[in-house]
């Protein structure tokens, strides 16, 4: 019928501009390169902000000694203790336990949700068992992943720019966070020091680089998405301060910023966009990320709802929600396998109300969800590539066998495997054959727990 084919040519046409031919991917790798430097050379030199993190060590795997992390980043937060035994015990011991704030803390005074902190931290410290041996006559140390916006001072300190996620406290913004949580722990009287504060990204890459020296970088995919690296010191121009001893600096990328006419969008992306909390900013995040993807294919769905009637006569209601079509469903319905597509129809049922639906009609949704995370995936690639190659890690030279590890993590990158396997694919054919033999992907599980306390420990002020 006319409305089958008018369903079909949307389809067709989202998927032609939604294309990312080799050419394409590599024009958008050499822009993430160009931003890259771009973005080290001076401060708002660029939409990638290149955040200097103040890391100039990462964990080499010969520390030693009981270290503490705190990871915040949502409505839990996270308390940690490891028992570091050296390069051949490695990871001896940990312990965890998550705590969630309570809603009213996430909107109060900033006091109040540092002292309930502290009192979890305290709690945690004070019921230290077996295995877990505090160095005498020495200070705890802890190591603080804060995933806010925040603008770094030090290696252990920088002020909250703004809160996300549903937090919303005034005064703490243009605070020290470090400090706020030091006052909380000296009411306590919980004898314990802050020694990094670190966004999850570079705890991720730290907990990589602990388990493989070849870890050069890390990227999340998750609910946003973002990659930190290592740079030469002597390769951010903006950077006035002493050169640290390592001759490193990682660097926080805030690559979900990236933008690049290379990325053409669709008119359902500049829709997205535009109605979304941040117009304009997070272009690259928009388009890869797990937070956005559902909401893209929900996009085109409603299109072809309303032009080709593809639910019958009438939109459904529900599907004009934004957002009510989240990625895990998408995964779900893109992994069907079944002759019948019956996780697809189950999943318009208890998503969207929709029943009923014809097998060609869930065919077309299958499509559409390999059309919109194929994008993402190799998009995400094309961004990894762009960081090998302002290492001068994407082409092998002479004589030089030189190990690449990218560090990744995040619920998309571990649940999707469908986004995963394309991911990694794509980027083994941008590199080639020779090059990707020596380029490695790896699941750094939980570095935001287990990273934050070795760079506890690779900051200790006992060094
Ligand atoms: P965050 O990024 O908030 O720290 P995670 O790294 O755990 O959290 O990632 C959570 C995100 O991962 C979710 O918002 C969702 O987009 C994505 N995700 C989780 N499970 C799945 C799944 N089964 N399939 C696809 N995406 C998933
Ligand atoms: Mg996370």
């Not at 803390?105 to 305290?122: C, H, N, R, T, W």
């Not at 029943?355 to 077309?364: A, D, E, G, M």
């Not at 994008?375 to 066998?401: P, W």
């Amino acid at each position: 019928s006319g409305k089958w084919a008018r369903a079909m040519a949307i389809l067709r046409e989202f998927e032609e501009k939604c294309g990312t031919p080799i050419g394409k991917l590599r024009q958008v790798a050499d822009a993430m390169t160009v931003e890259m430097h771009a973005g080290l050379a001076s401060e708002g030199g660029s939409k990638l902000k290149m955040l200097i993190s103040y890391v100039d060590n990462l964990p080499t795997g010969d520390e030693k000694g009981l270290f503490y992390a705190l990871d915040l980043g949502g409505t839990n937060f996270r308390v940690l203790r490891v028992q570091l035994g050296g390069k051949e015990n490695r990871v001896v011991k940990q312990e965890f336990e998550e705590v969630s704030i309570p809603p009213h803390l996430m909107v109060g005074s900033s006091e109040a949700l540092f002292d309930f902190i502290a009192q979890a931290l305290a709690k945690f410290v004070a019921e230290e068992g077996e295995g877990f041996h505090p160095a005498p006559g020495r200070q705890r140390e802890l190591g603080f992943t804060f995933s806010f916006p925040v603008r770094q001072t030090s290696i252990s300190s920088g002020t909250l720019i703004k809160w996300t996620k549903g937090f919303s406290i005034e005064d703490t913004v243009g605070e020290d966070v470090v400090g706020e949580l030091t006052k909380a722990m000296e009411k306590l009287k919980l004898d314990m020091r802050v020694t990094a504060l670190v966004i999850d990204t570079i705890g991720t890459l730290a907990g990589g680089r602990y388990h493989d020296n070849d870890v050069i970088a890390a990227v999340i995919l998750g609910t946003g998405t973002n990659a930190a690296y290592v740079e030469r010191a002597h390769a951010i121009p903006k950077w006035h301060g002493l050169l640290p001893k390592s001759g490193e600096m990682v660097i926080n990328m805030e690559w979900g910023n990236f933008r690049s006419s290379h990325l053409s969008l669709t008119e359902y992306d500049h829709a997205l966009d535009a109605e979304s909390l941040n117009p304009g900013e997070q272009i690259f995040e928009k388009l890869i990320s797990g937070m956005y993807l559902g909401e893209i294919v929900r996009k085109v769905l409603v299109k072809m709802a309303e032009e080709a009637a593809i639910f019958g006569e009438t939109v459904p209601p529900k599907l004009k929600i934004p957002f009510i079509l989240r990625t895990p469903h998408m995964s779900a319905m893109h992994h069907d396998t079944s002759p019948d597509l019956k996780v697809v129809a189950s999943k318009l049922k208890d998503v969207l109300e929709i029943s009923n639906t014809s097998l060609k009609t869930r065919k077309i949704i299958v499509e559409l969800c390999d059309v919109v995370a194929t994008r993402g995936a190799r998009l995400s690639a094309a961004g990894i590539l762009g960081i090998l190659k302002k290492l001068g890690r994407d082409t092998i030279r002479v004589g030089e066998k030189q190990k690449s590890v990218v560090a990744l993590d995040g619920g998309l990158y571990e649940h999707y495997t469908k986004f995963r396997t394309t991911m990694e694919n794509t980027l083994k054919e941008l590199l080639g054959d020779e090059v990707a033999a020596n380029v490695f992907v790896e699941h750094s599980n939980d570095g935001s727990g287990i990273g934050a306390a070795l760079l506890a420990a690779s900051h200790s002020q006992y060094l």
